[in-house]
């Protein structure tokens, strides 16, 4: 976010460090033990701890590009970093730097608001406690293991289901192949480099889409998805596909931060015949047994032995969160939401 005004770099800088010390999972580290994986919370901040650092000097967006592909040890670092940068015309960039496993789409707007009530009030204090985070996230830890071992089984046996005979995609219609004379082995060669296509739709034909989606009940985040899974049949001309997307967990979400997010799959089945209602009833009865068999609580790593034969993570299907989010501080002006800064996570 860039802004203009007055900003009080030691104010800032102090509200960053309450706030990541009132907030469990912002003060935490990821440990493996036994081969779990366990939060693990750092020593508490002290109050003069510098955790902003200030670029007095405006970078290239090349050199902010780098900040933000820096890697965090899980295990070690602070998984928050904070930037101030001061740029030429006289205003501030502030730039954070959070690590996935802290916050998600859902939970941004909340991490933000946040951040703006503890740089405008010196005595603002999280209503709750550490203490009493602590119990909540195990309560809600319990809560999620009993439900994944009394449905484990239900869970199971749906996603064998719509995993079953499942097919490589693979890029197939990228590829060519050419011989090497040497060893007499094929080798792949993509006929053109993967680059990024934007487009938008004109008014007239988003609005048959709500037609369309409101007349077979579908979202526009299903029919969206379908359009795709037909896009990559056509193209690649395989008959079962499968795509995979981010699903919210609600548990949780209330009263902590973090990315309350598993990812799951859905099957797509053609043939010669398949019609688009053919696919719509596809995707109400995936919707109802993914409901009854609360599947979407399956871990993603032993979701993905059901089909070793597929590199069934090859296609993702992900609903941007376009909201804008802001922070407010006292005395800054002309807040203005960057988005020029595009870090590609695939």
């Known amino acids: 976010q860039s802004m203009s005004g007055l900003i009080d770099l030691q104010r800032l800088n102090k509200s960053q ?10 003060n935490c580290n990821i440990s493996a033990q036994s081969g779990d994986l366990y939060w693990k919370l750092r020593p508490f901040l002290s109050e003069n701890y510098q ?3 200030y670029i007095p000097q405006e970078p290239s967006p090349e050199e902010i590009l780098q900040l933000a592909l820096q890697p965090f040890d899980l295990e070690n670092d602070q998984l928050v ?8 015309n006289g205003g501030y960039r502030v730039i954070h730097i959070i690590a996935h496993i802290l916050v998600d789409g859902l939970s941004a707007n909340g991490v933000y608001d946040e951040l ?11 209503p709750v406690s550490i203490t009493e985070q602590k119990k909540l996230y195990e309560n809600l830890r319990i809560e999620l293991e009993d439900t994944l071992a009394k449905g484990k089984s239900a869970m199971s046996n749906f996603w064998q ?6 097919e490589n995609i693979g890029f197939k219609f990228l590829q060519g192949r050419s011989l090497d004379s040497k060893s007499e082995k094929s080798t792949i060669l993509l006929k053109s480099p993967v680059s990024e296509l934007r487009f938008s739709f004109p008014a007239s034909t988003f609005s048959k889409v709500r037609q369309l989606t409101s007349t077979y009940k579908l979202t526009p985040y299903a029919y969206g998805q379908l359009v795709f899974a037909v896009l990559l049949h056509k193209i690649s001309g395989v008959d079962n596909l499968v795509i995979n997307y981010p ?11 973090g990315a309350h997010v598993n990812t799951i799959l859905k099957g797509y089945r053609f043939n010669k015949e398949t019609s688009l209602q053919d696919l719509i009833d596809q995707h109400s009865e995936y919707t109802h047994q993914l409901k009854e068999s609360k599947a979407r609580y399956f871990p993603i ?5 059901y089909a070793p034969t597929s590199e069934i993570l090859e296609f993702a299907f992900i609903q941007t969160n376009l909201k804008d989010v802001a922070i407010h501080y006292e ?12 870090v590609d996570l695939a």
């Open 116 to 126: 703006s009530a503890y740089y405008n009030d010196p005595d603002y204090k999280n």
């Open 17 to 26: 460090v309450r706030f990541v010390n009132e907030h469990l999972l912002f």
């Open 161 to 166: 289901n719509n995993l079953k005979d499942v």
């Open 51 to 53: 955790l902003l650092t």
């Open 331 to 342: 005395g800054a002006g002309e807040i203005i939401i960057n988005s020029d800064l595009n």
């Open 247 to 257: 699903i919210g967990i609600t548990e949780g979400q209330d009263f902590i931060f």
């Open 301 to 305: 790593a032993e979701l993905i032995s």
């Open 81 to 88: 970093r904070v930037y101030a940068i001061k740029l030429n």
